[in-house]
């Protein structure tokens, strides 16, 4: 049996192909079921264990050997095949290739972060699974607070309080406990609530949350710096207007209308009339939360925003269904191509 072996070893190393018919004999005579190595195989079975020991390697190697010999004059074949000369009818007009283009929340999100780049804002994240203490308690959300009910959470597992987090508000709170002062950070990404699907609201949606912490950091600097933001993104002529308000994370605390874009202030339907669109929460970073970060509330101050990137890119583009945006209907995507 070992010279058998050696003999169509030899065999193998020596064979050439020609053609495919060639190859085929090949494939027949040696590796098929009735080819000679399956036959040695069936040989193999009868023989006692020290023969087995000594010949099972070498069977085995063969085997391999001119399986691999095989696939390889059989890739060679088909290579060959496909770069030896055009097929079908050439005159026939290409097929078009599409390009893509970045989905609007995504352009929206660059632009934010490359305003608040040029400020000297970095660029920082928090997992999407959060638990209690990052998406409420250390904001200062009290458990049982009222509060809480802003924002319909989806629990994942109510005992131990994990949830998908409701807002990227987490994140500063990652970053105060992981960073010393001075902060100056947004943090981009997708957040979840248990709300019903309409042209206005959806069950998850995009954040930019901003986070500025310093000493001597005024409520000036949050209005200037928000003015700054929205005449890059919405044009030189935007105006802003702080309406106080409730945020358990900030005291004082705001939202921020800017002048309609598209009435520029006079009236219309998108504003309903008013001249003002609602774009963002902020306010200055209560001491409660400084504390619960580790930060010294009698040393450093700060201010902190939030946005929904989704309401921005709508009010951008004059987009007036908040669900386009994850229905990947190419008719509304295709539009954003030269937006880049
Ligand atoms: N987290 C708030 C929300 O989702 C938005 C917000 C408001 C963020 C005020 C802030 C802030 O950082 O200061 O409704």
């Not at 006692?48 to 074949?77: H, I, T």
């Not at 970060?293 to 951008?316: H, N, P």
Request: with cysteine; charged share 30%; net charge negative.
């Amino acid at each position: 049996m070992q010279e058998k072996i050696k003999e169509l070893l030899a065999e193998v190393e020596e064979f050439k192909a020609d053609t495919k018919e060639h190859l085929e004999n090949f494939r027949i005579r040696l590796l098929s079921k009735k080819g000679k190595i399956s036959l040695l195989f069936d040989e193999f079975r009868t023989l006692g264990p020290d023969m087995k020991r000594e010949v099972g390697q070498k069977l085995n190697d063969l085997k391999n050997r001119a399986q691999e010999k095989l696939d390889s004059l059989k890739e060679k074949f088909d290579s060959s095949d496909s770069s030896s000369g055009p097929s079908g009818d050439i005159s026939l007009p290409g097929e078009t290739m599409t390009t893509g283009s970045r989905h609007p929340v995504s352009i929206v999100r660059n632009r934010i972060l490359e305003i608040f780049g040029k400020l000297g804002f970095t660029v920082s994240d928090g997992p999407e699974i959060e638990d209690d203490w990052h998406n409420f308690s250390a904001l200062n959300f009290p458990e049982n607070h009222p509060a809480r009910d802003m924002q319909d959470t989806f629990f994942i597992d109510e005992k131990d309080k994990i949830a998908l987090r409701t807002h990227t508000s987490s994140v500063q709170v990652r970053v105060m406990e992981n960073s010393k002062p001075p902060i100056r950070t947004v943090s981009p990404g997708r957040t979840y609530r248990n709300e019903a699907i309409s042209a206005r609201a959806h069950c998850f949606f995009h954040q930019v949350e901003g986070l500025y912490i310093d000493t001597g950091v005024s409520f000036a600097d949050l209005k200037q710096t928000l003015l700054h933001f929205s005449k890059e993104m919405f044009g030189p002529d935007t105006q802003i207007r702080l309406r106080p308000s409730y945020f358990p994370f900030t005291e004082p605390s705001a939202e921020m209308d800017i002048s309609c874009p598209f009435c520029k202030g006079s009236g219309c339907n998108i504003c309903k009339g008013s001249g003002w669109v609602e774009i963002l929460g902020c306010g200055m970073v209560d001491p409660a939360v400084l504390d619960n970060c580790k930060i010294d509330s009698t040393r450093y101050s700060g201010f902190a925003f939030g946005m929904g990137i989704e309401r921005v890119t709508m009010l951008k583009y004059r987009v007036n269904d908040l669900r386009l945006f994850s229905e990947n209907d190419k008719r509304f995507l295709e539009q954003f191509k030269s937006a880049l």
